[in-house]
């Protein structure tokens, strides 16, 4: 049975409401409701249910021209598909509902967007909000107070892709991002971005998160790309793009300010000891590597396109952990997967098969390309630490 929707955005009509752009990928984007303070003490009862449905999520709607599958399907797999796996979907998994769209809604976001597309990533410029039935809204993971602490990113592939030659000395994700400067150094045009792509901070492996749980090594580079990333957004303010590697960094906040963001050291040491706590004892990555690997294909392959699309699924999700304090004082730990969305296998079969064949005959998966594209992963570094 398909989701109900729990709202209708048509209700925020005659509202005082305004939207704020929040963020975006190649499929969705996402925006804050925004209501002036004298609305939400003044709402009539119909006006109060919809503010209230709204209160600590963010409405997060498809982009136009996509293949993806319509956010009810997405919802309906996300419930029958992906919850299942894990133990706690309440507190593993961002929640997420489905709310009606309006048109007059999509087109005051459309709106939105143009005014901020220089600010946008340039591969996703001048792309709209589709005008499609049904958005939804997600649990918002962003920070809740000032002094809250919050990093999002990308775990993808755990465990090494099955294609992968066993002399690989580099992840899928390593490798995929090494194809991908590699393709920007030999398409530039100019001196200045082949040096610029040569010349790039490595991208942060994301098997270091997991790695941390078992190895001090790991666990220190993890701390230090947070560190890293903190001091390398104050001082870049160019917006990331595919071949610009700080783009790929992970993201993180610590005082909900872009400029003059503090590294660690300068954050409360007891955020600090939270942080490294979870990143050595949290059964979440585990869970997904887990989940990820149950689904790999048997040595002969296989031609079950259906868990090849839940295996890409879970390869292609985000990661936020947000500690603050709590009621008493402590601090709590929420870390949570998002963007667990069904995969169009029928639409991307291919680029995963030709991405799969590149990796492998193009030797990125062992570092051989030429010229040699600046890489760390795990798979290098950490082969000859001890645990
Ligand atoms: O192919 P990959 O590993 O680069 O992953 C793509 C992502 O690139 P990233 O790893 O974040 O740099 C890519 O992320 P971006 O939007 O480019 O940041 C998408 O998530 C894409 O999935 P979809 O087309 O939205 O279904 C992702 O495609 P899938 O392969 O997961 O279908
Ligand atoms: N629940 C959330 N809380 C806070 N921020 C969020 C949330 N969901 C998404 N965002 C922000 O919006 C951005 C884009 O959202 P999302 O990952 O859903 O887009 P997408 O198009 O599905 O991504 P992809 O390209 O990976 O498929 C995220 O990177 C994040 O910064």
New binding site residues.
Partial sequence: MSPKPVADLASLKGTNCQFKFIGE???NIVFEVVFPEEDITTQDDGDSQILDILQGKLLRVPKANTK?FPHPEILQYWESSISPLFDNPQEDLVQQHLIRLDNSVVSQLNAILENEDAQRRADFQGTKVAEAEYGMLVEDMRKKFPLDFLLEF?P?WLTPSPSAPSTATRCR?CA?EAYRLHKSLRSASSDQNSSCALSHEPPFCPLEYLAAQSSPCSLARVIASINLSAISASLDTKPAT?ENPVG?QPAVSLDGEDDGRPGMDQVDERYRVALVHWLQSNSLLPKLRDAQESLDPAPEGTSDQEKLALA?TL??CTCFVRISEDSKGGLKVEAKLADL?K?NWEA?LE??KG?DEVLKEGGYYEGVEVPRIRTRCFMEVGAGEAA
């Fill in positions: 990928g190649a499929a993806a990308k993808k994700n995929r595919r790929v890409m390869r292609d969305d995969k991307k680029y995963w991405m």
